[in-house]
């Protein structure tokens, strides 16, 4: 059996919720690494610095026995192509890829609506360009990504609708879970307001929401709540 490792910062779910899912959906065994560490943040430096392989700038990072995976999608798509959770095909596998490719490049913008100018400096010392930032975001950026998903329901010929790609859930539809709920969280009045156009969007997050592992997953606290330190944040201002 392998053994998996999830290397990821403690007290937020971030990009490495994305994996959890995945993990937890397939019902694998893993450790977080961090968070069953005493000096859990202290513990990710060394093992970017120190453990890991060179070509890891960053975490997420899960070490499956003596393969080490970075970046969130390659490792979504590794466990997914290995335990169940991505289309059998290769046409459907670089779809589901690609849809997650997209969804994380749609969390890229989300964190840059509050981190506009530098990820160094705190959100306070850009509210101006937050402001600006996340006007552009819920007018034009927002509505589009979330078109884009709810069109990819029931626009593959070998969907009956239910799920992104193909006629079962894969990790592209676990991502779509989190970015959904994410936004609900960050931006619960521009969601609200775009409810009426992503119907069968707002279907599959519940869908996803009602399968077994995950319900207990989500219901445990394993599964920290969104906060002001992760990638989604609420600040009331930005979605004036």
Known sequence: MTKYELFYWTGIQGRG????????????????????????????????SRELAPYAFAVPVLR????VIPQTVAITKFLGERHGLAPADERGQLAAHAVALTIADLVVEVHDTHHPISVEQTYEKQRDAAAHRARAFRKTRLPKFLGYLEGMLGHDRTSDGRYLVGDAASYADLAAFQIVEGLHYAFPRAVAALHHEIPKLLALRDRIAERPRLARYLASPRRLPFNESGIFRHYPELDD
């Open 64 to 67: 499956a026995d003596e393969l």
């Open 17 to 48: 919720e994305f994996v959890r899912l995945v993990l937890e959906d397939a019902g694998l065994e893993y450790r977080d690494v961090a968070r069953e560490s005493r000096d859990g943040d202290e513990r990710i430096e060394r093992a970017l």
